[in-house]
């Protein structure tokens, strides 16, 4: 049982390449999640998915699009990177139906120069 | 416009005492609080939760307060440890949304 999984560790990038994060559970949790973390923020979510089949815009959605591929897969891509984007990215899933606790994964460095 | 803050960005306490991490938010809507604990390099893990239709909850060593009048919530850790060293998190949730919404955190250092 490995949980929350996260590829990769870490990442760097050229403004404008474009690059997925994929994400996957093994928890057979409903809903998962994108944030990012940045110095003095905490973390922020960028999309999230209630649901196979759903997804929804977070507090900070621009620059971010998603795929919940299948219950245990939720993709985050950044279509053209930006130096805004480099930060920490954690993927996390939640289970049963009325459960607050979400579980995280390791997250993804990401750099963006 | 931070709904949840987490004013003390750091704390430091003597091994063996009591390590208070307090948290206050803005939206009335939240009613269920969570606490987080976060290593480097590491994901967040779940430490404690509390529904609004508490004052207190307690977890081992861990004891979470909520005062609903003051928009206030605490964390104690009783006694503190080394390996607690970590940065805490406090995050809130309302029912029909589910998501959390997260403070900035306060870096815990224990102190042997």
């Known amino acids: 049982n490995a949980g929350v999984t996260q590829t990769p560790k870490f990442q760097v990038l050229k403004t404008g390449q474009s690059m997925t994060l994929q994400c996957a559970q093994d928890m057979n949790h409903n809903s998962m999640y994108w944030y990012r973390q940045d110095p003095g923020m905490g973390l922020r979510l960028i999309y999230y998915?209630?649901?196979?089949?759903?997804?929804d815009k977070g507090e900070v959605p621009n620059g971010y699009n998603v795929s919940r591929l299948n219950k245990r897969e939720f993709s985050l891509r950044l279509e053209s990177a930006a130096p805004s984007q480099t930060s920490v990215y954690f993927c996390?899933?939640?289970?049963?139906?009325?459960?607050?606790?979400?579980?995280f994964g390791p997250g993804t460095r990401l750099t963006v120069t | 416009d931070q709904q949840v803050k987490q004013n003390s960005p750091s704390l430091s306490v003597q091994e063996g005492r009591i390590s208070i991490l307090n948290c206050d938010y803005t939206n009335s809507m939240f009613d269920y609080f969570l606490w987080y604990k976060k290593y480097p390099a590491e994901g967040p893990t779940f430490l404690i939760s509390i529904s609004s239709i508490k004052d207190k909850n307690e977890d081992g060593r861990f004891t979470v307060f909520l005062n609903k009048s003051a928009k206030h919530l605490s964390l104690h850790i009783v006694p503190s440890q080394p390996g607690d060293s970590a940065v805490y998190f406090c995050a809130a949730s309302w029912s029909t949304a589910r998501q959390l919404t997260f403070g900035s955190g306060t870096q815990l250092t224990v102190l042997p």
């Open positions: 998915s209630a649901s196979e089949g759903t997804t």
């Open positions: 996390a899933s939640t289970g049963t139906s009325g459960s607050y606790e979400q579980y």
